[in-house]
């Protein structure tokens, strides 16, 4: 087995991207998150076209981390809300406004 992580696809993503190498870091659990939570309506990266059509690719940048956090928190048109609570919201948020695409 591959150290601790856990056995799901998301892991291996992770892995594949340099995760689960050192201590957890924000930004790796934030991406532990994504690839949980939001991977499989949005995509796996700002390159890939999201599985779920009417889902924007919210990897390729361009949102600000209050429109993510109300997104999570409200829920849109074909995404739940509630899909985050806590300081994951914060967390997530800042990670997707992070990636500033162009
Ligand atoms: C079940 C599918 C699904 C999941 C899971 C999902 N989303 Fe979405 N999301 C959508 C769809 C569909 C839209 C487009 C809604 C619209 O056009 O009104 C959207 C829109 C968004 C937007 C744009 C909101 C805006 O104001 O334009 C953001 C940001 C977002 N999602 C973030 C996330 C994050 C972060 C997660 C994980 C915590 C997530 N989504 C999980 C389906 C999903």
Redesign the pocket.
């Known amino acids: 087995m591959l150290r601790s992580c856990a056995p799901i696809l998301a892991s291996a993503l992770l892995l594949a991207a340099g995760g689960c190498g050192g201590g957890e870091t924000s930004a790796t659990h934030s991406r532990e998150m994504?690839m949980q939570?939001?991977a499989?309506?949005?995509g796996i990266s700002a390159d890939a076209a999201p599985p779920?059509a009417?889902?924007?690719n919210?990897l390729a940048g361009g949102?600000e981390v209050e429109?993510?956090r109300?997104?999570?928190i409200d829920g849109?048109?074909?995404?739940?809300k509630g899909?985050?609570g806590g300081h994951d919201v914060d967390d997530?948020a800042a990670y997707?406004a992070g990636k500033g695409g162009g």
């Not at 849109?76 to 739940?80: A, D, I, Q």
Request: net charge positive; charged share 10%; proline share 8%.
């Open positions: 994504y939570r939001c499989s309506c949005h779920l009417a889902a924007p919210i949102y429109q993510v109300r997104a999570i849109r048109s074909g995404m739940p899909l985050l997530i997707i």
